[in-house]
Nanobody, 127 residues
Framework: QVQLVESGGGLVQPGGSLRLSCAASGSIFSINDMGWYRQAPGKQRELVATITSGGSTNYADSVKGRFTISRDNAKNTIYLQMNSLKPDDTAVYYC?????????????????????WGQGTLVTISS
């Protein structure tokens, strides 16, 4: 019912910048928290940044001061501005959303909470 599509990944030199986007679509009634996770080869998936519906943000210590998460509620989209990129930022970045979907039946309308994930976008930091 819901799809998250990431974009903006690519190859960047150390010290460079990238801006990731994640657009949510489907039968969305409302979106609560959204965020970004990343997973490097051989490592566990880790939280990068989150943003609430009210705009409150949290960041992993490793990206504080370098990354900025933001959202455009009208477009159901979040962004991750990544500056001063380092080689250890190399990973697949995944978009996450805690949202409510609305399903219409002939006898009723139902709202259900859903945890949605994107398929990931690869970010590579290398010379």
């Amino acid at each position: 019912q819901v799809q998250l599509v990431e974009s903006g990944g690519g190859l960047v030199q150390p010290g460079g910048s990238l801006r990731l986007s994640c657009a949510a679509s489907g039968s969305i009634f409302s979106i609560n928290d959204m965020g970004w996770y990343r997973q490097a080869p051989g490592k566990q998936r880790e939280l990068v940044a989150t943003i609430t519906s009210g705009g409150s943000t949290n960041y992993a210590d490793s990206v504080k001061g370098r990354f900025t998460i933001s959202r455009d509620n009208a477009k159901n989209t979040i962004y991750l501005q990544m500056n001063s990129l380092k080689p250890d930022d190399t990973a697949v970045y995944y978009c996450y959303a805690d949202l409510v979907v609305r399903t219409y039946y002939s006898w009723e309308t139902r709202d259900n909470r859903v945890d949605a994930w994107g398929q990931g976008t690869l970010v590579t930091i290398s010379s």
